[in-house]
Nanobody
């Protein structure tokens, strides 16, 4: 069974950077589709980006504008069994709980992002 654990959140000033990590203590994420979404207080969940377990190609959510695409980058570290989300040039509106999600089994190509971690809080303020 897939369990996900996020880390790397914290408080930063506008313009700062954070690197979020998602790992699994139960499975190798090598062939799993893993994605990130966020939820700000009082707002709906917002998908950000995912990375396929089949070809490791990142796919941004259709609602993400080019500005965010240029600031948020997903990557996979096979050696550390993590999927990372690099957040650059953070803005106050990026304040949210960031969650990673994954398919419940490998090689499903992002068809069932049903597993979710507990989230990590990112706070951007001066």
């Amino acid at each position: 069974q897939v369990h996900l654990v996020e880390s790397g959140g914290g408080s930063v000033q506008p313009g700062g950077s954070l690197r979020l990590s998602c790992t699994s203590p139960t499975v190798s994420l090598h062939d799993y589709c893993v994605g990130w979404f966020r939820q700000a207080p009082g707002k709906e969940r917002e998908g950000i980006v995912l990375i396929s377990g089949i070809d490791d190609i990142p796919v941004y959510d259709g609602s993400i504008d080019d500005s965010m695409k240029g600031r948020f980058t997903i990557s996979r570290d096979h050696a550390k069994n993590t999927v990372n989300l690099q957040l650059n040039n953070l803005k106050p509106e990026d304040t949210a709980v960031y969650y990673c999600v994954a398919d419940p089994a490998p090689n499903l190509d992002c068809g069932r992002l049903e597993v979710r971690g507990q989230g990590t809080l990112v706070t951007v303020s001066s």
